[in-house]
């Protein structure tokens, strides 16, 4: 009887959790008179989540289940409203239906299945095992919920840096979506995102399907469903519930809804691509480029003047708020992004991020680097270069080819930029990609569809799809490592090994703290810290927090300098072994003075502990 509560409770939870992510944006193509579309819905419920989660911040009204729950029914109500009320008019019409592509795979279905057996348990058994869920993703849903607001965001003084580390002010869309799922599940167990996940790469996946199916019909769309579900890369950087899903479906939406103009619902689809362009536009710094980037593809495909009007009206309101309010607070819409030294930033972290990219050298790719690029997608995105093989052929003669070249190549344009500021390598750094993967593989399947002119063609591309995907669901299993250099028996594992390896260090890192006097305040650079040792009562403060200004403060005296370090009562330095902290702080710090002693106390395998010895001056 123990078990009934919980056996009720977890189903009610899921669907609660659910039906914010689906239900107001199902209502929302109701009130447009729209086909219902899984990606759609998601990108309408996104949109009123995320609406909600910045009113209240704008009205101080906190943020918890009740309100945010408060906030998806009010607007549920309100489109219901419209929808009974406006006038009777012919819905827009849906050539592919409205479960695709989930129930026209006809044979090829027990081979997608077998992706999603392998997706599904990385699902339940490796939730964010992305580098920085630990400190953004995720750590900035679970404080929205802990404190009830984002006051503390943008970090700009000492308290709020305590709340959250890293000096950035990415909007907070994914961490409306965690926040929900939080909130409905009662914990912050990174379980509760793996349905989040899960729906956005359903939604990918839809999409890519009726790109493919607009330009090729239904098996174009099959063949470019099955060459998504071949890209190992593409799936992982969905998996490790980071940004890049959202920005996949944002884009993948746009273009979708803008390729479905006609006369009779051309407005109504220009308002769902308003939509989709929200979405993307609130999953990095720079998601301004992309509602943007959906009205240079709108002028692409000549939308009508009403629908081009209509985009921008959704779009850049509610794209265009946060960067508001961010520049309002600190001066900077970008914040973390000082381009160049033309805005306001905080100082410190602007010269910790210049010495990082200083040992990139100049920002562009050796012939090394360069070759591991090329080896990258060759191993973990080979559907992605068919597809871009496609786009080359057809640029000239299809205004999908060039609409899908405009957006890929701006995608391929922030991912270069993206590089020199990415600390987890070239790899990591590829799924900043996925949105031009996404569309890559819906031409693609295209592409193979017009080539298969001959029955004994059409066997012999379904036969090297088939291969194709069978090789994948190995990589798709344990990425980011590679199973040919990974023995069998540990591919369950293996996609788990860094955060497994990383939660082993911090641990030990913990244990040795404690054999510490005075370690309650410590000073440092790594990320991941502050919500590891908080349970323990340990505060980090960052290096380039205004509480450790004095220490790269090259204006005062000596003894103020000491006089300062001793009113910090930050006795202890903790880096990453692996980091350029030491290297950055002996260049940069104020430690080299008088009174003023460091000297290593502890280390483990990953963490390097230094003592701070203020003598105080006479």
Same mark, same amino acid.
């Given at each position: 009887?123990?078990?009934?509560?919980?056996? +009720?409770?977890? %189903?009610?939870?899921?669907?609660?959790?659910?039906?914010?992510?689906?239900?107001?944006?199902?209502?929302?193509?109701?009130?447009?008179?729209?086909?219902?579309?899984?990606?759609?819905?998601?990108?309408?419920?996104?949109?009123?989540?995320?609406?909600?989660?910045?009113?209240?911040?704008?009205?101080?009204?906190?943020?918890?289940?009740?309100?945010?729950?408060?906030?998806?029914? $009010?607007?549920?109500?309100?489109?219901?409203?419209?929808?009974?009320?406006?006038?009777?008019?012919?819905?827009?019409?849906? %050539?592919?239906?409205?479960?695709?592509?989930?129930?026209?795979?006809?044979?090829?279905?027990? /081979?997608?299945?077998?992706?999603?057996? @392998?997706?599904?348990?990385? $699902?339940?058994?490796?939730?964010?095992?992305?580098?920085?869920?630990?400190?953004?993703?995720?750590?900035?849903?679970?404080?929205?919920?802990?404190?009830?607001?984002?006051? =503390?965001?943008? #970090?700009?003084?000492?308290?709020?840096?305590?709340?959250?580390?890293? #000096?950035?002010? +990415?909007?907070?869309? +994914?961490?409306?979506?965690?926040?929900?799922?939080?909130?409905?599940?009662?914990?912050?167990?990174?379980?509760?995102?793996?349905?989040?996940?899960?729906?956005?790469?359903?939604?990918?996946?839809?999409?890519?399907?009726?790109?493919?199916? &607009?330009?090729?019909?239904? @098996?174009?769309? &099959?063949?470019?469903?099955?060459?998504?579900?071949?890209?190992?890369?593409?799936?992982?950087?969905?998996?490790?519930?980071?940004?890049?899903?959202?920005?996949?479906?944002?884009?993948?939406?746009?273009?979708?809804?803008?390729?479905?103009?006609?006369?009779?619902?051309?407005?109504?689809?220009?308002? $769902?691509?308003?939509?989709?362009?929200?979405?993307?536009?609130?999953?990095?710094?720079?998601?301004?480029?992309?509602?943007?980037?959906?009205?240079?593809?709108?002028?692409?495909?000549?939308?009508?003047?009403?629908?081009?009007?209509?985009?921008?009206?959704?779009?850049?309101?509610?794209?265009?708020?946060? %960067?508001?309010?961010?520049?309002?607070?600190?001066?900077?819409?970008?914040?973390?992004?000082?381009?160049?030294?033309?805005?306001?930033?905080?100082?410190?972290?602007?010269?910790?991020?210049?010495?990082?990219?200083?040992?990139?050298?100049?920002?562009?790719?050796?012939?090394?680097?360069? /070759?591991?690029?090329?080896?990258?997608?060759?191993?973990?995105?080979?559907?992605?270069?068919?597809?871009?093989?496609?786009?080359?052929?057809?640029?000239?003669?299809?205004?999908?080819?060039?609409?899908?070249?405009?957006?890929?190549?701006? @995608?391929?344009?922030?991912?270069?930029?993206?590089?020199?500021?990415?600390?987890?390598?070239? =790899?990591?750094?590829?799924?900043?990609?996925?949105?031009?993967?996404?569309?890559?593989?819906?031409?693609?399947?295209?592409?193979?569809?017009?080539?298969?002119?001959?029955?004994?063609?059409?066997?012999?591309?379904?036969?090297?799809?088939?291969?194709?995907? $069978?090789?994948?669901?190995?990589?798709?299993?344990?990425?980011?490592?590679?199973?040919?250099?990974?023995?069998?028996?540990?591919?369950?594992?293996?996609?788990?090994?860094?955060?497994?390896?990383?939660?082993?260090?911090?641990?030990?890192?913990?244990?040795?703290?404690?054999?510490? #006097?005075?370690?309650?305040?410590?000073?440092?650079?790594?990320?991941?810290?502050?919500?590891?040792?908080?349970?323990?009562?340990?505060?980090?403060?960052? +290096?380039?927090?205004?509480?450790?200004?004095?220490?790269?403060?090259?204006?005062?005296?000596?003894?103020?300098?000491?006089?300062?370090?001793?009113?910090?009562?930050?006795?202890?330095?903790?880096?990453?072994?692996?980091?350029?902290?030491?290297?950055?702080?002996?260049?940069?710090?104020?430690?080299?003075? #008088?009174?003023?002693?460091?000297?290593?106390?502890?280390?483990?395998?990953?963490?390097?502990?230094?003592?701070?010895?203020?003598?105080?001056?006479?």
């Amino acid at each position: 009887m123990d078990l009934l509560p919980g056996f +009720i409770e977890i %189903p009610l939870r899921l669907a609660l959790l659910l039906a914010g992510l689906l239900v107001p944006g199902s209502l929302l193509l109701r009130a447009l008179r729209l086909p219902w579309s899984l990606a759609a819905s998601f990108a309408g419920s996104f949109v009123a989540l995320y609406a909600t989660v910045l009113l209240c911040v704008f009205l101080k009204v906190p943020i918890m289940f009740a309100t945010l729950t408060g906030g998806l029914v $009010l607007i549920c109500v309100g489109l219901l409203q419209i929808h009974l009320r406006q006038r009777p008019g012919p819905p827009a019409l849906d %050539p592919v239906g409205s479960f695709a592509p989930f129930t026209q795979l006809g044979r090829w279905t027990p /081979l997608y299945l077998l992706f999603w057996a @392998v997706v599904g348990y990385r $699902l339940v058994d490796q939730p964010l095992t992305g580098p920085d869920a630990v400190f953004r993703w995720s750590f900035l849903a679970e404080q929205m919920l802990h404190l009830g607001s984002l006051d =503390f965001y943008p #970090p700009q003084t000492a308290a709020q840096f305590t709340h959250y580390f890293w #000096p950035e002010s +990415i909007p907070p869309g +994914i961490a409306s979506l965690y926040a929900w799922a939080y909130a409905c599940g009662g914990s912050k167990h990174a379980l509760w995102t793996s349905p989040v996940v899960a729906v956005q790469l359903l939604a990918m996946h839809e999409l890519v399907w009726r790109l493919a199916h &607009r330009w090729g019909g239904e @098996v174009a769309a &099959r063949r470019a469903l099955l060459l998504a579900a071949a890209t190992p890369l593409l799936t992982w950087s969905t998996l490790i519930g980071q940004e890049t899903a959202l920005m996949s479906v944002g884009v993948g939406g746009f273009a979708w809804c803008l390729l479905q103009q006609n006369e009779r619902s051309a407005t109504r689809w220009a308002a $769902l691509a308003g939509g989709f362009a929200v979405a993307a536009g609130a999953a990095r710094e720079y998601g301004l480029a992309f509602p943007l980037l959906a009205l240079a593809a709108a002028r692409l495909l000549a939308v009508p003047r009403r629908s081009l009007v209509t985009l921008a009206a959704v779009a850049l309101p509610l794209a265009f708020v946060w %960067p508001l309010r961010t520049w309002a607070l600190t001066g900077n819409p970008f914040y973390s992004l000082d381009l160049g030294g033309l805005l306001p930033g905080n100082a410190v972290f602007a010269e910790w991020i210049a010495h990082t990219r200083s040992l990139h050298g100049s920002g562009l790719f050796t012939s090394t680097e360069l /070759l591991s690029v090329a080896r990258y997608l060759t191993l973990w995105a080979l559907p992605a270069l068919i597809g871009t093989a496609a786009v080359g052929r057809f640029f000239h003669g299809l205004r999908e080819a060039r609409l899908v070249a405009l957006l890929a190549s701006v @995608v391929g344009a922030l991912w270069l930029a993206s590089v020199p500021f990415t600390a987890g390598g070239l =790899f990591y750094s590829l799924r900043v990609l996925s949105p031009a993967f996404l569309l890559l593989v819906a031409f693609g399947g295209y592409a193979l569809w017009v080539v298969e002119t001959t029955p004994l063609g059409r066997k012999l591309c379904a036969g090297a799809l088939a291969l194709l995907l $069978l090789e994948s669901l190995p990589k798709t299993l344990v990425l980011p490592e590679n199973p040919y250099r990974t023995p069998p028996g540990n591919w369950l594992a293996a996609g788990r090994n860094f955060s497994d390896s990383v939660r082993a260090h911090e641990q030990e890192l913990v244990a040795k703290l404690a054999t510490l #006097p005075d370690h309650q305040r410590l000073l440092s650079e790594s990320a991941g810290l502050p919500r590891l040792l908080a349970p323990h009562g340990i505060t980090v403060v960052p +290096i380039w927090s205004p509480e450790a200004a004095w220490l790269f403060d090259r204006s005062l005296k000596p003894e103020e300098l000491a006089r300062r370090a001793i009113r910090s009562r930050l006795h202890y330095l903790v880096l990453q072994k692996s980091g350029l902290g030491f290297d950055f702080l002996n260049r940069r710090a104020r430690w080299q003075v #008088p009174w003023f002693k460091i000297a290593p106390v502890l280390e483990t395998d990953t963490y390097a502990v230094f003592e701070l010895t203020v003598t105080p001056p006479p």
